[in-house]
């Protein structure tokens, strides 16, 4: 398995919003001070 470093920010790639642990294709995620997540559907 390769992970893939966001350090500084990146993008998750397009996937499917059906799933996953929150059914909405969701998966785990850390966050620092001064990080956001933005949903780019909304």
């Not at 001070?33 to 780019?40: A, G, K, L, R, W």
């Amino acid at each position: 398995m390769q992970v893939t470093p966001f350090d500084g920010g990146g993008y998750t790639g397009k996937r499917s919003r059906s799933g996953a642990m929150d059914g909405k294709g969701g998966f785990m995620a850390l966050l620092h001070p001064d990080e956001m997540v933005i949903d780019h559907t909304k």
